[in-house]
Each structure stands twice: as C-alpha cells, then as structure tokens.
Nanobody
C-alpha cells in the first residue's frame, strides 16, 4: 500500500533551520506531484509548497517564499522541505502529500490522493 512518512521536525529557535523529509513507498513516485502543507492548532490546513513529478515546476506560498525550498529525489522516492529563517508563526504540523493527474489546483489539499501522518515543527521566539 501507499505510505508517506515525514521526518525531520522538532523544536528550533527563531531564525534557525530544519530540513523535513518525506519517504514514500507503494507508488510510482515520479508520476506524482508532491506537496507540503501545514496545520497549526485551531487553523485549517494550508498550502506550503509543491513540486511537479519531474521536479521541473515548483511553487511556494507567499508566506514562505524566499525562506523555504521544496525539492525531490526521484531515485530515492523522497521529497524534502528546507526551511530557513524560521519564525514562530511557522509552528505547525507539517504534512507531505501526493497528487496524481494534472498540475491544476496544487494548492488545494482536497486534490491530493495520499498523505503522511505529519511531523511537528515548533519555533520558539
């Protein structure tokens, strides 16, 4: 079966960095566009970044642009989120997700087929 497993979360001071990883199995990884989303307590899940199946197209939310970078390694079936200059408002559970089909609506969590269990990121001020 399809599995997505995030890792790399933790507690970091404001201004610090973390690199999240998402290991996937059970799917033809290069066929799937991948996304990172996050959800803070009491808030809706929000888009963070996406990357196309071949890695040729990426996008980041305005709130993280210039600080976070998504990339992927199709040889290892992995997707990553490098997070720099972290802010307390980045505190959330971070999820990776896989989306088949077209590149349309990559910012909409409802368009994604598979999800990981999430990894907690906490940024202290």
């Amino acid at each position: 079966q399809v599995q997505l497993v995030e890792s790399g979360g933790g507690l970091v001071q404001a201004g610090g960095s973390l690199r999240l990883s998402c290991a996937t199995s059970g799917l033809t990884f290069s066929w799937y566009h991948m996304g990172w989303f996050r959800q803070a307590p009491g808030k809706e899940r929000e888009f963070v970044a996406y990357i196309s199946g071949n890695g040729g197209s990426i996008g980041h939310a305005d709130s993280v642009k210039g600080r976070f970078i998504i990339d992927r390694d199709n040889g290892k079936n992995m997707v990553y989120l490098q997070m720099n200059s972290l802010k307390p408002e980045d505190t959330a559970v971070y999820y990776c997700a896989a989306k088949s089909g077209t590149m349309r609506r990559t910012v909409d969590p409802a368009e994604y087929d598979y999800w990981g269990q999430g990894t907690q990121v906490t940024v202290s001020s």
